[in-house]
């Protein structure tokens, strides 16, 4: 927390029929943060300022990434169970939504020994403060380092406990946070940036965007899949 961010917050109201109805046929579905992490990996690759970072050592200055990190916050009870963790979910878009499910799934019910990324975060969250401080101050300010800790974006929702986060910081530059579907189909879909880096025009942008992305990449890779539950009537 010491080393995050303030971000600004726009909110979209996303029309996702074609999706909802296509993840209605599927069993298992795929979770939202795995649809969302795809698709939204899958937009940065034509929005490079979406996976950039602002870096303040040795100098003020912006550092590109090739590829955007997907990071979801998770909730596991050997830590606490009222306390998320962030897990490293990787370059989404280069995987099937049920590899990017079982992927966070993996996350969290794995032993702690098949998790890496889980352990080295700990490992950093139980130095002292002397070290921790400086050490999480490093590696926010080494691109490379920072994108393979805290990613690019991450995904959290507390839409199933009825709530949803309007203010938060992130060790990211961006995070998105997301509502229930309601009936109508639609959901709310809130974008936290780090406005250093870029401006809410691009935002809006890259939120139609991501609509359209859900609606018809993500859509039709569901539908690809073919309709496990009329195949089982």
């Not at 927390?1 to 046929?25: E, F, G």
């Not at 959290?156 to 992130?170: I, K, N, P």
């Amino acid at each position: 927390m010491h080393a995050s961010v303030p971000l600004v917050v726009v909110k979209r109201t996303m029309n996702i029929d074609r999706l909802v109805k296509a993840r209605a046929l599927q069993n298992p579905r795929p979770g939202w943060i795995s649809i969302l992490a795809k698709a939204f990996c899958l937009v940065a690759r034509d929005e490079p300022w979406l996976r950039t970072f602002y870096l303040r050592w040795p100098w003020p200055h912006f550092y590109e990434l090739p590829k955007t990190i997907a990071m979801a916050a998770i909730v596991r009870d050997d830590f606490d169970s009222d306390a998320p963790v962030l897990l490293k979910v990787g370059a989404a878009d280069e995987y099937s939504l049920m590899d990017v499910e079982a992927i966070i799934q993996h996350g969290k019910n794995a032993p702690l020994d098949e998790l890496p990324h889980l352990k080295r975060i700990l490992r950093l969250a139980r130095l002292p403060l002397p070290l921790r401080r400086p050490l999480a101050t490093l590696g926010f300010n080494i691109g490379r380092q920072r994108s393979n800790y805290f990613g690019t974006f991450a995904i959290t929702s507390l839409a199933s406990l009825g709530v949803e986060t309007v203010v938060l910081r992130s060790p990211g530059p961006a995070c998105m946070t997301y509502g229930l579907v309601r009936p109508n189909h639609t959901m709310e879909l809130l974008f936290h940036w780090d406005h250093r880096i870029y401006d809410g025009i691009l935002v809006a942008r890259a939120l139609r965007h991501l609509e359209d992305v859900l609606n018809t990449i993500i859509a039709d890779e569901l539908l690809s899949r073919g309709s496990p539950k009329s195949l089982s009537a």
